[in-house]
Nanobody, 122 residues
Framework: QVQLVESGGGLVQGGGSLRLSCASS????????MNWFRQPPGKEREFVAR????????YYADSVKGRFTISRDNAKNTVYLQMNSLKPEDTAVYYC???????????????WGKGTLVNVSS
């Protein structure tokens, strides 16, 4: 079993920054690929970014490339999402997810956190 807990969401003005955290636990969590997804109001959940614990290899959705940075702290079993130059369209519930393989779809994830709300005002 893998447990994921997100934190760091909140209200921010457009152009501002936030850093989300995903604290993970579980005996084999280091073997998973860690992902961030988001679900805007009234829309489907979508892939944002992913990273591997061991080698990194960050990968981003086109919509956030150049503005968001995913990173990990292996000692703390925590994955981060640094979000800069935020836009109102980034407003969403952000979810951390763990997958046994590379995937950018919801069905490809094995474990989910409960999410944290990011609200970007114009």
């Amino acid at each position: 079993q893998v447990q994921l807990v997100e934190s760091g969401g909140g209200l921010v003005q457009g152009g501002g920054s936030l850093r989300l955290s995903c604290a993970s636990s579980g005996r084999t969590v280091s073997t998973y690929v860690m992902n961030w997804f988001r679900q805007p109001p009234g829309k489907e959940r979508e892939f944002v970014a992913r990273i591997r614990w061991s080698i990194g290899w960050p990968y981003y959705a086109d919509s956030v490339k150049g503005r968001f940075t995913i990173s990990r702290d292996n000692a703390k079993n925590t994955v981060y999402l640094q979000m800069n130059s935020l836009k109102p369209e980034d407003t969403a519930v952000y979810y951390c997810a763990a997958a046994r393989s590379f995937s950018t779809v919801v069905a490809g994830m094995d474990y989910w956190g409960k999410g944290t709300l990011v609200n970007v005002s114009s």
